[in-house]
C-alpha cells in the first residue's frame, strides 16, 4: 500500500561539487488509484557560483481498467521558479495497438498573483500492431 524510499548523494560537478538528498514514494490507495510524491533536495558548489535546485513532484495514477490509464504529473521547479503540469490519457483500443492524448503546461511562479504561461502543448499519438 505504501512504500518509499530516501536516497543521498555527493559527486563532483563542473569542478565543484554537488549534494544530493532525495526521497520517493508511493501510496496505493485503491488497486485503480495511486499517488506516488517526490522531492530532491540539490546543493551546488561551482567556482563560479553556488546555488541550490529543490525539486517537488507528484504523479496521481488513475486505472478504471486495464486497457485505460489516466495519469498527471505536477512538478515546481525552486531554482528556477516554474511549475509544470501534464495530463496524460492512454487506452489500448485493440491488443497491442494503443491512443495517447497529453496535455502539458509550463508556468512561471515568480510573478505574483496567477503565474504567467511559459509553454502549452496537446499531443495526440496512436499507434496500430500490424501482424503480417
Known amino acids: ?20 538528498v532525495g526521497y520517493s514514494g508511493r501510496m496505493a490507495f485503491l ?5 506516488e510524491p517526490s522531492l530532491a533536495l540539490n546543493w551546488v558548489r561551482l567556482p563560479y557560483g553556488d546555488f ?11 486505472t478504471p481498467n486495464a486497457k485505460t490509464a489516466l495519469t498527471s504529473y505536477l512538478q515546481y521547479n525552486g531554482s528556477s521558479r516554474t511549475m ?8 489500448e483500443y485493440r491488443p497491442g495497438s494503443e491512443l495517447f492524448v497529453v ?12 503565474p504567467d504561461l511559459l509553454n502549452r502543448s496537446v499531443a495526440i499519438k496512436a499507434t496500430r500492431l500490424l501482424r503480417l
Do not use: K
Not at 500500500?1 to 544530493?20: D, F, H, K
Not at 488497486?31 to 499517488?35: C, D, K, S
Open 52 to 62: 541550490s535546485a529543490p525539486v517537488v513532484s507528484t504523479r496521481v495514477i488513475v
Open 103 to 114: 496535455y502539458s503546461d509550463g508556468r512561471n511562479t515568480v510573478t505574483g498573483g496567477f
Open 1 to 20: 500500500m505504501i512504500s518509499g524510499s530516501v536516497a543521498a548523494g555527493y559527486s563532483t560537478l563542473y569542478n565543484g561539487r554537488r549534494t544530493e
Open 84 to 91: 509544470s503540469a501534464s495530463l496524460r490519457l492512454r487506452w
Open 31 to 35: 488497486p485503480q488509484f495511486a499517488v
